[in-house]
Nanobody, 124 residues
């Protein structure tokens, strides 16, 4: 059974950093594009970043470019989202999603598998 589990969320002050993890079970992440999405209360879900399968591209929303970095560790079957210079507007539930065999990811891709999310709160 394919599962994605997010972790690493929490409370952080503005300007701080967090690293989110998306761990996969039941399949090898290397063959999947992985996307990160977020949804704040009362707002629509928005794409944050994605990384293509098998050494493919990375892509970022304009709102996080230069602050967030997506990466994968195939040995750990995990994709990370390093978030620096966090702002209160980054507060949201963060979800990862997967789709098979997509080397050139775009955030609008129809994603097949979703995790349950992890909460990030940026507040002083």
């Amino acid at each position: 059974q394919l599962q994605l589990v997010e972790s690493g969320g929490g409370l952080v002050q503005p300007g701080g950093s967090l690293r989110l993890s998306c761990a996969a079970s039941g399949f090898s992440l290397d063959w999947y594009a992985i996307g990160w999405f977020r949804q704040a209360p009362g707002k629509e879900r928005e794409g944050v970043s994605c990384i293509g399968a098998a050494g493919g591209n990375t892509n970022y929303a304009d709102s996080v470019k230069g602050r967030f970095t997506i990466s994968r560790d195939n040995a750990k079957n995990t994709v990370y989202l390093q978030m620096n210079s966090l702002k209160p507007e980054d507060t949201a539930y963060y979800y990862c999603a997967a789709v098979a065999r997509l080397r050139l990811c775009v955030l609008r891709t129809p994603w097949d598998y979703w995790g349950k999310g992890t909460l990030v709160t940026v507040s002083s």
